[in-house]
């Protein structure tokens, strides 16, 4: 008989990060604010955390920050003049942050690493599981991914996390997985994680991407977790420490992703994803389309 869960309800997405790749965009920007056609990419995350059924958000933040919380608050003075120029799609558009979700926020006085970021968010969390979203990935909402890792956790316990395969070449930049089938096809059971591995060392092709559903029992090894790559606390190293001993907090678990993710933490990256997304927009993609093949038709010649 399969085993009921707490229902999950709340999501972690740190944002601490100083966008040091985008410079000098990021300077006095977060990155994190920097525009996906016409929408800020974190709106993307927590619009996906809402869709999963995640209406209570944390956001891990740091100096410089602020325009992160002023984006999911109201502002009146723009809703006023909005609706004085009877401006009601503009006047959506603007609102529609702030009614996403319950915002919560608390700073990462110390950026050490991803494991760090993710231990700030225990008062809040408390002995739930929860959600983590990076904002680098963007999740195309016609593959529901955290949605289907959500329901994994809740049938089956312990933790889940988000793969994908990559060129084996590339596995270097990514955290990589060690598994085992399951009953299910896109769901594997992980047996070792290494972060960033040597391509001739690493145990798979499958990348560990930006979501997570984690047992709370993360946060007790996050505490006794050393700095290890790049001298950060890897959470990573946490979860590798979890799929070893299922009694601390049970087995973690793999949903193998083989749909569409925008990657915006690389410079060209970030570029192909604005394409992507302008080209498949009704508003927008015919126009975009027809200009995009003449200007590379022209480019070819």
Not at 101 to 116: E, I, N, S
Not at 138 to 155: G, N, S, T
Not at 157 to 171: K, N, T
Not at 258 to 283: F, M, N, Q, S
Request: proline content about 7%; hydrophobic content about 40%; overall charge negative.
């Amino acid at each position: 008989m399969t085993q009921s869960h707490p229902r999950i309800s709340k999501a972690v997405i740190p944002a601490a990060g100083l966008g040091t790749r985008f410079l000098p965009a990021t300077k006095a920007t977060p990155k994190e604010m920097l525009p996906v056609v016409d929408k800020p990419a974190i709106q993307y995350v927590v619009e996906e955390a809402v869709s999963a059924g995640l209406s209570d958000v944390l956001m891990i933040t740091g100096r410089n920050k602020r325009p992160l919380e002023d984006h999911f608050d109201r502002n009146y003075e723009l809703e006023e003049a909005l609706k004085t120029k009877g401006d009601a799609g503009r006047l959506a558009k603007v609102q529609e942050p702030s009614d996403l979700a319950t915002m919560h926020y608390v700073r990462q006085g110390d950026p050490r690493g991803l494991g760090h970021a993710v231990l700030c968010a225990a008062p809040h969390v408390g002995n739930q599981p929860f959600a983590v979203l990076l904002g680098d990935d963007l999740i195309d909402p016609r593959d529901p991914l955290l949605a289907r890792m959500v329901e994994i956790q809740e049938r089956e316990g312990g933790s889940v996390i988000a793969l994908m395969e990559v060129d084996p070449s590339q596995i270097h930049l990514y955290g990589c997985a060690a598994v085992e089938p399951t009953g299910d096809g896109d769901v594997v059971k992980v047996t070792k994680l290494v972060e960033k591995p040597d391509p001739s060392e690493a145990p798979s092709n499958l990348a560990i991407i930006g979501r997570y559903v984690l047992d709370p029992a993360v946060f007790g090894i996050l505490r006794e977790t050393e700095p290890g790559r790049g001298n950060e606390i890897q959470l990573t190293d946490a979860l590798e420490k979890l799929a070893e001993d299922e009694k601390i907090g049970g087995p973690v678990y793999g949903v193998v992703f083989k749909g569409r993710r925008y990657d915006t933490g690389d410079r060209g990256d970030y570029l192909r994803a604005i394409v992507r997304l302008a080209c498949e927009r009704e508003d927008l993609g015919p126009e975009f389309r027809s200009w995009l093949r003449s200007y590379v038709t022209q480019e070819m010649m």
